[in-house]
Each structure stands twice: as structure tokens, then as C-alpha cells.
């Protein structure tokens, strides 16, 4: 059974590009977590999402910032017109369902750098 | 506000020695208290998760302990080895619907030989 699968594991983006990470979950998880982690600060809490639908999209920042969980296929964290503050490590967990307290298991994370 | 608080941020021990690393929350309502390894580079991974009523959870070298009553955790080392040079960080469950994590900034240990 393998682990949870991110995409690409380093991105370079210019000021202005867009970027798309993506995130595919253990076999069975129906739950997804998105996670933002600045250097020299923990993780912070983006998105819970479940197959298409937002859960709990509290963390995510108001503007250029989406999430996506379709029925087929990966999730996808979506950053419009990256800035340079946007660059961080980008994890992902997902957890099975119905199973408290929900086990969260990572990915290996994106590094994301806006240059 | 709900927030999770380690310390120390760094610590240094050598090879076979033992040691303990702190966290303080203020995360209400409280779920669960999770602490994860973190290797450099890659994703945390769960070492021990305890719930309400569990106060100490082992996993080989690893034990963690759970006062819920003064909101502390700690988790002991025994034996270091050198692969234990990573950063680990407690982590506490908000109790609300969505399970959301309260992660802690993490105490970096380096295992020397």
C-alpha cells in the first residue's frame, strides 16, 4: 500500500506564474489535508477536504489560493500569480474514514520557491 | 487563542543518552495530543497519538505523557541513536468537527556520536 503521493516534490515559479501541486491520497482515504510550512515556523492548517467537497477551507488565504478534490484523480492545490512569500513546503495528509481521531498520514511535500 | 508551545526549540545529547522534550497547549476544545517526527526534507511521521483519558503511550524508545488536566505533554527518548537527530513536534487536535491540527514549531534534536 503506498503512502501518500505528492507532485512535484520541487517547483520553481517565477513572481506572476501560476502553480499547481498535487496530492494523491492512500489507497481508501477519502479525507485530504493541505498544510503550509514557512522555514523556521511549523505547519499550518489550509484546507480539509473530502471527494468533492470543502470541509474546512479556514486556513486558506482569501485570494489566488483554491483546492480541489475531484471524484477521479488527485487533489490539487492551486496558487494563482505566486509571490515570493508564497514560497514554503507544501504537505499533504489524508486519513480513512469514519476512524476517530482520524489518523493523518504525510506526504513528502512540495517545495515550492517563487523566484 | 488555540496554541500549541514547545520547548526547548533545540537540544543536543550524545549517542545512548536519554532525554525529554516539552509542549504546553492552550487548544480548546482538546481532542487529541499527537507527536510526529520530522526528518529534514521530508513529511512528519505519527509516533504516538493519545486521547482524553490515555496520560502515557509508548512506541519502542519513545514514551509520551499526557496531563490534561495542566495541558502538558512530554516525550521521552531512551537510548538515542543517531538516526533520532531529527525535529519532533507536538501536535494537538482541535475537538471541533473537522479534527483540525494545532502543530507546535517543533524541538530540533541532534544525536551526536
Known amino acids: 500500500n503506498a503512502g501518500v503521493m505528492q507532485n512535484p516534490r520541487h517547483l520553481v515559479r517565477r513572481r506572476g506564474q501560476e502553480a499547481r501541486l498535487r496530492c494523491s491520497p492512500m489507497k481508501g482515504h477519502s479525507h485530504v489535508y493541505w498544510y503550509r510550512q514557512l522555514p523556521e515556523e511549523g505547519l499550518k492548517f489550509m484546507v480539509y477536504?473530502?471527494?468533492?467537497?470543502?470541509?474546512?477551507e479556514s486556513g486558506m488565504p482569501k485570494e489566488r489560493f483554491s483546492a480541489e478534490f475531484p471524484k477521479e484523480g488527485p487533489s490539487i492545490l492551486r496558487i494563482q500569480q505566486v509571490v515570493r512569500g508564497d514560497s514554503a513546503a507544501y504537505f499533504c495528509?489524508?486519513?480513512?474514514?469514519?476512524?476517530?481521531?482520524?489518523?493523518?498520514?504525510f506526504g513528502p511535500g512540495t517545495r515550492l520557491t517563487v523566484t | 487563542k488555540n496554541q500549541v508551545e514547545q520547548s526547548p526549540q533545540s537540544l543536543i545529547i550524545l549517542e545512548g543518552k536519554n532525554c525529554t522534550l516539552q509542549?504546553?497547549?492552550?487548544?480548546?476544545?482538546?481532542?487529541?495530543l499527537r507527536w510526529y517526527k520530522q526528518d529534514t526534507g521530508r513529511g512528519p511521521v505519527s509516533l504516538t497519538i493519545?486521547?482524553?483519558?490515555?496520560n502515557t503511550k509508548s512506541n519502542g524508545r519513545y514514551t509520551a505523557t499526557l496531563d490534561a488536566d495542566t495541558k502538558q505533554s512530554s516525550l521521552h527518548i531512551t537510548a538515542s541513536q543517531l538516526s533520532d537527530s531529527a525535529s519532533y513536534i507536538c501536535v494537538v487536535g482541535h475537538g471541533g468537527a473537522t479534527n483540525k491540527l494545532i502543530f507546535g514549531t517543533g524541538t530540533l534534536l541532534a544525536v551526536q556520536p
Open positions: 495528509a489524508s486519513s480513512p474514514p469514519d476512524r476517530a481521531p482520524y489518523e493523518q498520514y
Open positions: 493519545m486521547t482524553f483519558s490515555e
Open positions: 509542549c504546553n497547549y492552550t487548544v480548546s476544545p482538546f481532542s487529541n
Open positions: 477536504l473530502q471527494k468533492e467537497n470543502i470541509i474546512d
